[in-house]
């Protein structure tokens, strides 16, 4: 079973771009055929899916967010990244990396609080 740690910083600023990294022991993004996803739980709501890369690098977004959200493969085989553009307070949530499998089962990382204030 993959372990998924999740990193960046803990604090933005409105209007900045937020970046995150999964980092996914024991596994490459790149293995047929699972798809790894970017799952943001908002304080007091349940998880939302932002988005996915797929083992091919095609990516997929969610319609609401499909301007300001970008996921690419991490600089290493075993990272996944996220940018998200513009936020705003409503951004903030704990941000979870995870992955599924073709059969729709999938594995989650502990995921990292990311807090939009002034």
């Known amino acids: 079973q993959p372990q998924f740690v999740e990193s960046g910083p803990g604090l933005a600023k409105p209007s900045q771009t937020l970046s995150l990294t999964c980092t996914v022991s024991?596994?490459?993004?790149?293995?047929?055929?699972?798809?790894w996803r970017w799952l943001p739980q908002p304080p007091g709501k349940g998880l939302e899916c932002m988005g996915a890369i797929a083992y091919s690098g095609s990516t997929y977004y969610s319609t609401s967010l499909k301007s300001r959200t970008s996921i690419s493969r991490g600089a290493s085989k075993n990272q996944f990244t996220l940018q998200l553009s513009s936020v705003t307070p409503e951004d903030t949530a704990v941000y979870y990396c995870?992955?599924?499998?073709?059969?729709?089962?999938?594995?989650w990382g502990q995921g990292t609080q990311v807090t939009v204030s002034s």
């Open positions: 995870a992955r599924r499998d073709v059969l729709g089962l999938s594995s």
């Open positions: 024991g596994g490459s993004i790149t293995t047929h055929y699972y798809y």
